[in-house]
């Protein structure tokens, strides 16, 4: 079993920058590799950012490219997700989420087996 746990969401302005950790246990099997992905208020689910754990291969979506960096730790077992240049559009609750089934780079929920719990972030303007 794998367990996630999302930490580092708060309320941010504008402009600002927020830093989320998701620390990964269980067992040792790494999988493929790791992703963010947020909710809005009234939204689907969405792709944020993804990361593989060997190599340095990363996805992001448009939304946030260039603002946000998916970072990874495999001594740590924990995934980063830098983000600077917040908007308010970027308010969400942001899930880390494992892919251990299928190769490569992966932007859909489906893609992924293990998810945290979730972590707000809130942007204020």
């Known amino acids: 079993q794998v367990q996630l746990v999302e930490s580092g969401g708060g309320l941010v302005q504008a402009g600002g920058s927020l830093r989320l950790s998701c620390v990964r246990s269980?067992?040792?099997?790494?999988?493929?590799?790791m992703g963010w992905f947020r909710r809005a208020p009234g939204k689907e689910r969405e792709f944020v950012a993804a990361?593989?754990?060997?190599?340095?291969?990363?996805d992001y979506a448009d939304a946030v490219k260039g603002r946000f960096t998916i970072i990874r730790d495999n001594a740590k077992n924990t995934v980063y997700l830098q983000m600077n240049s917040l908007k308010p559009e970027d308010t969400a609750v942001y899930y880390c989420?494992?892919?251990?089934?299928?190769?490569?780079?992966?932007?859909?929920?489906?893609?992924?087996?293990?998810w945290g719990q979730g972590t707000q972030v809130t942007v204020s303007s």
């Open positions: 990361i593989r754990w060997s190599g340095n291969s990363t």
């Open positions: 989420a494992e892919n251990i089934r299928f190769y490569g780079l992966r932007t859909t929920e489906t893609a992924y087996q293990y």
């Open positions: 269980g067992r040792t099997f790494s999988g493929y590799g």
